[in-house]
């Protein structure tokens, strides 16, 4: 059988746990790589780009928002960013029009592996 443009989408969702919280439902969001793994990430909105650029160790996704929808427009390992570079993720944001940055805390390269050839192929 072959792939509908469904199968080809990121698979992102909001967490079904939190989704009675009216607290924590907009922190966390869950990606799926490649693999099937689900990845479970903090959410922080653009303006927050000091937490985001204070990360050493996991994975980053720069979210574009259209309506309901989320689309991941970048994904790059913390560690390979300057630490503290908030003017680079501003910049990074408003070129791509990131409204949200998810992080995946903790990850290594496979997990960027993982996650970029799901989001971004």
């Known amino acids: 059988m072959g792939q509908t443009p469904e199968d080809s989408?990121?698979?992102?969702?909001a967490l079904q746990s939190l989704a009675e919280t009216d607290s924590l439902?907009?922190?966390?969001?869950?990606?799926?790589?490649?693999?099937?793994?689900?990845?479970?990430?903090?959410?922080?909105q653009s303006g927050e780009e000091s937490f985001v650029a204070d990360v050493t160790n996991g994975v980053v996704i720069g979210v574009a928002r259209e309506g309901a929808a989320t689309r991941p427009v970048c994904v790059f390992l913390?560690?390979?960013?300057?630490?503290?570079?908030?003017?680079?993720?501003?910049?990074?944001?408003?070129?791509?029009?990131?409204?949200?940055?998810?992080?995946?805390?903790c990850a290594d390269a496979a997990s960027l592996r993982d996650l970029s050839a799901s989001l971004l192929n």
């Open 25 to 44: 439902r907009g922190r966390f969001f869950s990606w799926r790589g490649a693999s099937g793994r689900r990845y479970v990430c903090s959410v922080f």
């Open 78 to 105: 913390a560690q390979e960013r300057s630490y503290g570079d908030r003017r680079g993720l501003r910049e990074i944001a408003r070129e791509l029009g990131v409204a949200e940055w998810h992080v995946h805390f």
């Open 9 to 13: 989408a990121p698979r992102g969702q």
